[in-house]
């Protein structure tokens, strides 16, 4: 039987405490995401940890060091420290209870995670919180055994301190990972606006909107303006896939088109309404040096989709073909990928269904390089046809580096609907 004194209240309040600080950086300082995410293969991480990946490796020992202060305290709090020492007691099986606790704690953390798409829901989570709640439990046992019998209480209350600290740096050192930006945000749902009018005082949009894999929440729709910032609001219908937003603006600015998902960050769409014009492009005033080459007609009648200042990368969306302009050097070991996103996953090549996106690359020299078909001036010039088998939502592109395995640069974009 648990029996409750002044000192295990105590610990019961800081047990209380630290429960607190886990679901701050767990989940109450994060951003929610669209994306719903889960793996129940056990021990996946650990195996990546073993091949290498040692920021995986890190995050496996802060997720066990999080709960060993918890394991601990629960203890403290559920065994009355001055009374039970080891088993004498005859409590033999009192760990169970910190460990249910701690398990419960973990599960439900990773639960709501999922639901509100604070980071990845995964068994090895699991396993790892509960593996640092029976390290508290061991931990205090020896505590009781060598602080107790050697008359070491001013220790013992160190430790408590000392525990308390580690485990409020442990929870800051394993906070952020899960934060979201908007970039990420765009490949999980689909939007258009399908129908736009201006009376001089209001626009008025009708459009489409479907998050992927998931329910869509309820959301707003509302404008930004390019130049200032300023955000115009108004009201916003949903039924079904479609909505109808009503939002009072001047209408003599580019304004970016966002949407504010409940409980989630607001997101730009990557639309923007010009006067009285939907464009899908990259809100960016630039434009390369193609004067006098055949790539003028691909600048002056496409649209700019991204724009990398560091590599000179201009994307440009021309009818129904992406064209790629690249004015820096291109090292032999560096490809340019772009990922294509869909609401039709089940349209994908085969291979492809089970990631939900279509994976495409091309080297320089291919047929996709038109650098000697055509006079490109400084530029090396890329084109791949937009796949007309599948609804194309958002795309993500750049250089990639396959050796380091990694972007050396990438933008997420839409396509403009044609």
């Known amino acids: 039987m648990i029996k409750f004194t002044g000192k295990s209240k105590i610990y019961i309040l800081l047990s209380f405490v630290y429960l607190l600080i886990i679901l701050y950086i767990t989940l109450f300082s994060r951003h929610g995401s669209l994306l719903q995410t889960c793996r129940v293969d056990l021990f996946w991480s650990y195996l990546l940890w073993l091949e290498g990946n040692s920021d995986l490796g890190k995050e496996i020992i802060l997720n066990i060091a999080l709960f060993v202060p918890y394991g601990y305290f629960l203890s ?16 033999k099986n009192f760990w169970l209870l910190p460990l249910g606790i701690g398990l419960i704690t973990s599960i439900s953390i990773e639960a709501a995670q999922y639901y509100y798409g604070l980071g990845l829901c995964e068994t090895d989570d699991l396993f790892n919180n509960l593996l640092g709640t029976f390290l508290g439990v061991c931990l205090y046992k020896g505590s009781q055994v060598v602080f107790t019998r050697g008359g070491l209480w001013s220790c013992k209350n160190a430790l408590d301190i000392l525990l308390m600290l580690a485990g409020i740096a442990g929870c800051l050192m394993s906070s952020g990972p899960a934060k979201s930006s908007a970039h990420e945000e765009i490949m999980h749902y689909d939007f258009t606006v399908t129908k736009l009018n201006y009376d001089g005082k209001n626009y008025d949009m009708q459009g489409i909107c479907k998050v992927f894999g998931r329910d869509t929440p309820g959301y707003r729709v509302y404008l930004q303006s390019e130049e200032t910032g300023k955000k115009y609001k108004g009201n916003t219908s949903v039924s079904g896939d479609t909505f109808h937003a009503v939002v009072p603006a001047d209408g003599s600015e580019k304004y970016k088109v966002n949407i504010l998902f409940d409980r989630f960050i607001n997101l730009h769409t990557f639309t923007y309404i010009n006067k009285d014009r939907v ?4 809100g960016r005033v630039v434009t390369p040096e193609a004067a006098g080459t055949d790539l003028e007609e691909i600048v002056n009648g496409g649209i700019l989709k991204a724009y990398d200042p560091h590599y000179e990368v201009y994307v440009y969306q021309y009818r129904k073909r992406l064209y790629w302009l690249i004015g820096s050097p291109l090292d032999k070991s560096v490809s340019v990928v772009f990922l294509l996103f869909t609401n039709e996953p089940e349209r994908l090549p085969e291979e492809r269904i089970k990631f939900g996106f279509d994976n495409r690359w091309f080297m320089g020299g291919g047929k996709n390089e038109l650098t000697k078909t055509m006079r490109c001036g400084k530029y090396r010039v890329f084109v791949r046809k937009i796949p007309e088998e599948y609804n194309v939502t958002a795309v993500r592109t750049g250089l990639y580096k396959y050796k380091e395995k990694e972007f050396l640069w990438s933008s997420y974009f839409r396509v403009e609907k044609q």
């Open 279 to 282: 464009e899908y492009v990259s």
């Open 76 to 91: 403290q709090a559920l065994v009355a420290p001055d009374e039970l020492v080891g088993d004498e007691a005859g409590n």
